[in-house]
Nanobody, 112 residues
Framework: VQFVESGGGLVQAGGSLRLSCAASGSTSRFNGIGWYRQAPGKQRELVAVISRFGSTDYADSVKGRFTMSRDNAKNTVFLQMNSLKPEDTAVYYC???????WGQGTQVTVSS
Protein backbone atom coordinates (compact mmCIF):
# COMPACT_ATOMS: atom_id res chain seq x y z
CA VAL A 1 0.00 0.00 0.00
CA GLN A 2 1.18 3.52 -0.75
CA PHE A 3 0.24 6.70 1.06
CA VAL A 4 -0.30 10.24 -0.23
CA GLU A 5 -0.06 12.96 2.38
CA SER A 6 -1.75 16.36 2.09
CA GLY A 7 -2.88 19.33 4.12
CA GLY A 8 0.41 20.92 5.03
CA GLY A 9 1.16 24.61 4.70
CA LEU A 10 2.41 27.73 6.38
CA VAL A 11 0.77 28.73 9.64
CA GLN A 12 1.56 31.10 12.48
CA ALA A 13 2.47 29.80 15.89
CA GLY A 14 -0.66 28.89 17.80
CA GLY A 15 -2.52 27.97 14.65
CA SER A 16 -3.92 24.66 13.46
CA LEU A 17 -3.64 22.34 10.49
CA ARG A 18 -5.30 19.06 9.60
CA LEU A 19 -3.21 16.59 7.65
CA SER A 20 -4.72 13.78 5.61
CA CYS A 21 -3.14 10.61 4.34
CA ALA A 22 -4.89 8.58 1.68
CA ALA A 23 -3.87 4.98 1.13
CA SER A 24 -3.93 3.20 -2.21
CA GLY A 25 -5.46 0.12 -0.60
CA SER A 26 -7.23 -1.04 2.49
CA THR A 27 -5.81 0.23 5.76
CA SER A 28 -8.01 -1.91 7.97
CA ARG A 29 -5.59 -4.84 7.83
CA PHE A 30 -2.78 -2.83 9.35
CA ASN A 31 -2.68 -2.71 13.09
CA GLY A 32 -0.37 0.26 13.44
CA ILE A 33 -0.22 3.32 11.23
CA GLY A 34 1.90 6.26 12.24
CA TRP A 35 2.48 9.89 11.48
CA TYR A 36 6.15 10.76 11.32
CA ARG A 37 8.01 13.99 10.79
CA GLN A 38 11.48 14.97 9.70
CA ALA A 39 12.87 18.40 10.38
CA PRO A 40 15.88 19.75 8.47
CA GLY A 41 19.07 18.13 9.71
CA LYS A 42 17.23 15.75 12.01
CA GLN A 43 16.21 12.13 11.89
CA ARG A 44 12.67 11.13 11.09
CA GLU A 45 10.64 10.68 14.27
CA LEU A 46 7.33 9.03 15.08
CA VAL A 47 4.88 11.54 16.53
CA ALA A 48 1.59 9.61 16.58
CA VAL A 49 0.37 6.07 16.07
CA ILE A 50 -3.08 4.55 15.80
CA SER A 51 -4.13 0.93 16.10
CA ARG A 52 -6.66 -0.92 14.00
CA PHE A 53 -9.22 -0.32 16.71
CA GLY A 54 -8.53 3.37 17.05
CA SER A 55 -6.36 3.54 20.14
CA THR A 56 -3.67 6.18 19.87
CA ASP A 57 -0.34 7.12 21.35
CA TYR A 58 1.72 10.26 20.96
CA ALA A 59 5.23 11.53 21.38
CA ASP A 60 5.59 13.68 24.47
CA SER A 61 6.40 16.69 22.29
CA VAL A 62 2.93 16.68 20.70
CA LYS A 63 0.77 15.11 23.39
CA GLY A 64 -2.27 17.24 24.13
CA ARG A 65 -1.88 19.22 20.88
CA PHE A 66 -2.10 16.60 18.12
CA THR A 67 -4.90 14.11 17.54
CA MET A 68 -4.67 11.18 15.16
CA SER A 69 -7.70 9.43 13.72
CA ARG A 70 -8.50 6.96 10.96
CA ASP A 71 -11.38 6.23 8.64
CA ASN A 72 -10.97 2.65 7.49
CA ALA A 73 -13.93 2.93 5.13
CA LYS A 74 -12.10 5.69 3.25
CA ASN A 75 -8.61 4.24 3.75
CA THR A 76 -7.51 7.54 5.22
CA VAL A 77 -5.77 8.66 8.37
CA PHE A 78 -5.72 12.17 9.75
CA LEU A 79 -3.60 14.29 12.04
CA GLN A 80 -5.26 17.30 13.66
CA MET A 81 -2.54 19.65 14.86
CA ASN A 82 -3.44 22.46 17.24
CA SER A 83 -1.37 25.02 19.13
CA LEU A 84 1.40 24.66 16.59
CA LYS A 85 4.91 25.71 17.51
CA PRO A 86 7.88 26.67 15.32
CA GLU A 87 9.57 23.44 16.40
CA ASP A 88 6.75 21.51 14.71
CA THR A 89 8.15 22.64 11.35
CA ALA A 90 8.98 19.51 9.36
CA VAL A 91 7.92 17.29 6.49
CA TYR A 92 5.17 15.01 7.76
CA TYR A 93 4.69 11.45 6.53
CA CYS A 94 2.32 8.64 7.30
CA UNK A 95 3.22 4.98 7.04
CA UNK A 96 2.55 1.54 8.31
CA UNK A 97 4.68 0.92 11.38
CA UNK A 98 7.80 -0.92 10.27
CA UNK A 99 7.50 -0.11 6.56
CA UNK A 100 10.55 1.29 4.77
CA UNK A 101 8.66 2.66 1.77
CA TRP A 102 7.90 6.35 2.11
CA GLY A 103 5.69 8.80 0.25
CA GLN A 104 6.45 12.41 -0.61
CA GLY A 105 5.20 13.80 2.66
CA THR A 106 3.63 17.20 3.24
CA GLN A 107 5.51 20.27 4.43
CA VAL A 108 4.39 22.01 7.60
CA THR A 109 5.98 25.35 8.39
CA VAL A 110 5.14 27.21 11.59
CA SER A 111 6.26 30.82 11.79
CA SER A 112 6.96 32.56 15.08
Amino acid sequence: VQFVESGGGLVQAGGSLRLSCAASGSTSRFNGIGWYRQAPGKQRELVAVISRFGSTDYADSVKGRFTMSRDNAKNTVFLQMNSLKPEDTAVYYCNVIGSATWGQGTQVTVSS
